[in-house]
């Protein structure tokens, strides 16, 4: 069973950075994609950045030239490095793996970790 726990969010005034953290239970190269998605109350999920086991990467609009997805392979743990906050970024964060098997997209995702940005 796949495993994803995330860590490192929290509060943080406008401006300010946070990195989060998303570990995996085995290799992430069995993944054929992970990312970090968010949810805003109200609001539905949305991706924010993504990474293919390829190495390429792809970031929502709203946090081009802000937000950074990266992977460590050694330690199967995938990084969202979060720089200029803006309270607009104010969501739950959950990290994504997918996986297909036989033509079939399976999905997990982590418990999600708090992302509040105020002064």
């Known amino acids: 069973q796949v495993q994803l726990v995330e860590s490192g969010g929290g509060l943080v005034q406008p401006g300010g950075s946070l990195r989060l953290s998303c570990a995996a239970s085995g290799s992430i190269f069995q993944f054929n994609a992970m990312g970090w998605y968010r949810q805003a109350p109200g609001k539905q999920r949305e991706l924010v950045a993504a990474?293919?086991?390829?190495?390429?990467?792809d970031y929502a609009d709203s946090v081009k030239g802000r937000f950074t997805i990266s992977r460590d392979n050694a330690k199967n743990t995938v990084y969202l490095q979060m720089n200029s906050l803006k309270p607009e970024d104010t969501a739950v964060y959950y990290c994504n793996a997918d996986i297909w098997r036989v033509g079939i997209r399976y999905d997990y995702w982590g418990q999600g970790t708090q992302v509040t940005v105020s002064s």
């Open positions: 990474i293919t086991r390829g190495g390429t990467t």
